[in-house]
């Protein structure tokens, strides 16, 4: 008699876990449905989103560097000299380099909204094996998948060639105080001389 009982019992544990397994499989697939568009060009757009933002804004701040270098050049008579050319092949050499570092942050950025968003389908994998509720599941991926989709805001940036135009402007503030501080460019064999603020 309790054989019977006992076989009626490992029946509905068994169709329990059978109905479990299928509401995860189901909250399952809703989580992949909702994150199927984090996919690898998604992060590639996000990355050239951020060089979309700070790259004209490092352009208008290069134009001005450039301009400001070509007034002091002038200033101090070295237009169109080896002085002239070496400035300037120097401030385009940290042009190059200012683009690279905008690249590497918007991908960066990407890796790092990557993790982010991962964790976050794995964390909603967890819920979902604990709580076997696929209407839950289906409603946080939904909300998880909205909020990370919406377009990133960033923060003000500037000052890319602040080192290079600071040591600049301090060198012509030193000069008008002490005549005997070296121009920046120097003249001929002289060795350049920075004045740091």
């Known amino acids: 008699m309790c054989g019977g009982g006992d076989g009626g019992a490992a029946k509905e544990a068994r169709r329990l876990e059978e109905q479990r397994q299928a509401n995860i499989a189901q909250g399952n697939a809703a ?14 757009n996000r990355a050239k989103d951020y060089e979309s933002f700070a790259v004209p804004r490092l352009e208008k701040e290069f134009a ?10 002038a200033r101090s008579g070295l237009m169109g000299g080896s002085v002239d050319a070496e400035k300037n092949a120097n401030l385009a050499d940290e042009r190059q380099q ?7 942050v918007g991908q960066g950025q990407a890796n790092e909204l ?22 839950a599941a ?6 998880t998948a909205q909020a990370y989709a919406k377009p990133t805001s960033y923060a003000p940036i500037g000052n890319f060639f ?4 600071g040591n600049f402007i301090a060198n012509n503030e ?12 120097g003249w001929g064999g002289e060795t350049q001389r920075m004045v740091n603020r």
Do not use: C, H, M
């Open 138 to 143: 289906t409603n946080l991926a939904l909300r």
């Open 174 to 185: 030193a000069r008008q105080y002490d005549p005997n501080v070296a121009p920046l460019f």
């Open 162 to 165: 602040k080192e290079w135009t």
């Open 31 to 44: 989580i992949e449905n909702q994150f199927s568009g984090f996919d690898d060009n998604f992060y590639a």
């Open 64 to 73: 001005n560097t450039k301009r400001n270098l070509t007034y002091s050049l």
């Open 114 to 135: 990557r993790q982010q968003i991962e964790g976050q389908r794995s964390n909603l994998t967890s819920q979902l094996e604990a709580s076997a509720d696929p209407g």
């Open 98 to 104: 200012q683009l690279r570092n905008v690249a590497d």
